[in-house]
């Protein structure tokens, strides 16, 4: 099946950095998304991209759809120390089987922060 | 988003018992819902797509046997592992598609380690 290659696989950061993670993908995909998993929890939907080349925010953090639609990035800027988690890019690819809800999943980019 | 709850959060049993795990959207009428399964360190893997009403459909590799699942209504989806044995542990996650392609709104996750 597909796959996301996403980087890096951790990072460790200071208090008030900002943070860039990417996935890129052999295949072209419809819908980007990005989660954020704490320890013990399931994901949370942070941004979801639709377009290519779309742009969008969500606070501090800013992601946007490769106009390849083969890549998407992730921004958090100023980062603070509850932005601690595992940050996820999915992707739905365009050979879904006719599914809206079957993603692809990159295998996390572990962030710390230290105060 | 939709809230989706699971139940129990944790869960240990011995070898060979089989585990119900519950989940359930709160606020949404779901027709479909997912389940997931993280090993630690290691992304989300989409085991099947529970349908109410009828036949879940399960990914390649995945037991169907193995791994029941029943969505008797628009809010409750259980995954029971028959004869769970250490190599079934595992942090297993449930969603909810959103109103947008591609979203997906998680549970919290239960926690399963087959002693």
């Known amino acids: 099946g597909q796959q996301l290659n996403q980087s890096p696989q951790s990072m460790f950061i200071q208090e008030g950095e900002d943070v860039s993670m990417n996935c890129t993908s052999s295949s072209i995909f419809n819908t980007w998304l990005w989660y954020k998993q704490e320890p013990g929890e399931g994901p949370v939907l942070l941004i979801a991209l639709y377009k290519a080349g779309e742009l969008t925010s969500n606070g501090r953090l800013t992601a946007q759809f490769g106009i390849t639609r083969k890549d998407s990035f992730l921004n958090i800027s100023a980062s603070i120390p509850s932005d601690v988690g595992i940050y996820f890019c999915a992707g739905q690819p365009i050979e879904s089987g006719g599914s809206n809800y079957k993603l692809t999943f990159g295998k996390g980019t572990l962030l710390t922060v230290n105060p | 988003g939709a809230v989706v709850s699971q139940h129990p959060s944790r869960v240990i049993c011995k070898s060979g018992t089989s585990v119900k795990i519950e989940c359930r959207s709160l606020?949404?009428?779901?027709?479909?819902m997912f389940w997931y399964r993280q090993f630690p360190k290691q992304s989300l893997m989409l085991m099947a797509t529970s349908n109410e009403g009828s036949k879940a459909t399960y990914e390649q590799g995945v037991e169907k046997d193995k791994f029941l699942i029943n969505h008797a209504s628009l809010t409750l989806s259980t995954l029971t592992v028959t004869s769970a044995h250490p190599e079934d542990s595992s942090f297993y996650i449930c969603s909810v598609g959103g109103t947008n392609t591609g979203e997906l709104f998680f549970g919290e996750g239960s926690r399963l380690t087959v002693l």
């Open positions: 606020d949404f009428q779901a027709t479909t």
